[in-house]
């Protein structure tokens, strides 16, 4: 395969990478480190590793199983999640947890622990996870599960790429009556209103995320729309990929996504909704994964790219954490595009290493303004961590080594079981 661009989603450098496409098999073989590379859709460098060679995973994409009769699939890791769906739908079959987009390789699902609209029922995608097959550089290849190899399983979900190569993995998947959502959209006027109706919210739907008016202040901070989301009983089984409706052709020479524009934006979205409560049928494209109708959504932030903060913090706290978290962006001049909130669960993923934990989820985007923007980060940063909560790694483009250490302390389990071979520019970072 030929050399070609891998940029992650952020978009936040003005690098160009460049990188030539290992494949399975060649770890052994590599004259400098190596690091496993899905479909580019992290948003910062833990999907990059420009001091050495990326193995680029995505012509391993085929089927190797499906038993329909116990809802149970076995992929190569560089299958897309929308090429998966597509084949287990017609069965009755559902991926028990799914990211925000489907263009996600099922190795870098594992890779990340990516969580959904409903963590507080399924847990991370890690939990369903049965075995995978690892590559590593120092050892012949690895059947790994919960009975074997059992570090190197939990080191590996949520470990970023660093622990081998995955080749291929086994998931359990959730039996569904359609493949469409029975949405209920609620609007609240105020952030506490949310969280009043959080707890209830999650019992009652196996799905519910928040979407926040990031620019709406005083009494009317954190207004927004609860969606909460179940399984149709329509019968339909028919997943389609989502086409993008039209696709951004190229970067413009400044970011689209200012002031002016994410203002109308999110008044049109708040009063969209005339009444308080909407109950309206949803395709799954729609509900799930929203972007993915705009091809190439990322160049809409200009040549600098954009940076995506996520952050998890404690119950306890977790109003007041994010109330200062959105008058923090505010008080800098930054508005964010998307601006999403939902509640994790207590389900513990099997990987040590995963970023999501019991409390309140906060993500917010920023077009990257340069000094500016950096200096907000640092803020939320700094807030989340003093609340006792996390940063999440692959959302993330520039978070010190301490912040990441201190949400992260285990992170020196990880670097002991690492593959001597692999490195990434994220690991670089934080840890050397």
Known sequence: MAHENYQSWGRNTHIERQAKAWHSGDLNNATSSLLPFGNGRSYGDSCHNDQGLLLDNRAHSKIISFDASVGEITCEAGILLCDILSHISPAGWFLPVTPGTQFVTLGGAIANDVHGKNHHRTGTFGCHVERFRLERSDQPPLECSRQENQMLFSATIGGLGLTGNITSATIKLMKITSIDIEQQAIKFNRLSDYFAMAEEADRNNEYSVAWIDSLATGRKLGRGLLLNGNHAKNGNLDFSTTQPL???????????????????????????????????HAKCSSYFYPLDGIGKWNRLYGPKGLFQHQS??????????????????????????????????????PGFMSFPREGFTLTLDFPNFGKKTLA????????????????????DARMSADTFKQAFPDWQKLDALRDPAIMSDFWRRVTQ
Do not use: M
Request: net charge positive.
């Open 376 to 395: 907000l980060l640092n803020d939320l940063d700094r807030i989340t961590i003093n609340a006792g909560g996390a940063i999440n790694p692959y959302k």
């Open 246 to 280: 039209f696709s951004v052709p190229f970067t413009p020479p400044i970011s689209l996504i200012n002031g002016l524009a994410l203002k109308a934006f999110n008044q049109l979205y708040y009063h969209k909704q005339q009444k308080r409560e909407v109950i309206s």
């Open 312 to 349: 998890v913090v404690p119950v306890e706290n977790a109003e007041a954490v994010v109330s200062s978290l959105i008058k923090t962006t505010q008080t800098a001049g930054h508005g964010s595009f998307l601006t999403v909130l939902k509640r994790f669960g207590n389900i513990a993923s």
